[in-house]
C-alpha cells in the first residue's frame, strides 16, 4: 500500500468524522432555520468535506482508479465505529455483519 492510498483512507477516515457532525448538529435543537445551517458542527463538516475532495483529487494522480471506490467503502465502517463511540448509537446484527462483508470484500480485492 502506497502512502497515497494510506492519505485516501486517511481522507475516508475525516469524512466519516464530518459525517457525524453532521448527525450531531441534526439532533441539536436550533433557535432559528438559519442556525441549522451556519452552526459550528455543519460549517466544520463541510470544510472537512471540501478538503477531503481537493486531497483524493491530488491522491488520484498517484493511486489506479479501481482502488479508490473500494477505499472509499471505509466510510462506512469509520461511521459504524464512530457512530458507536461518539453518538452512543447501538450496532446491529445486520450493521456488523454488513461491515464485516464490507472489510472481507476489500481485503479479497486488494490482495494479490
Partial sequence: MNKYMILMLICTMFSAVSQILLKQSANEEHASALREYLNWHVIVAYLIFGSVLLLNTYAYTQVDLKYGPVLDTFTYVFVLL???????????????????????????????
Avoid: A, H
Fill in 82 to 112: 464512530l457512530s458507536f463511540g461518539v453518538l452512543k448509537e447501538k450496532v446491529s446484527k445486520g450493521k456488523l455483519i454488513g461491515n464485516l462483508i464490507i472489510i472481507l470484500g476489500v481485503l479479497v480485492y486488494t490482495l494479490p
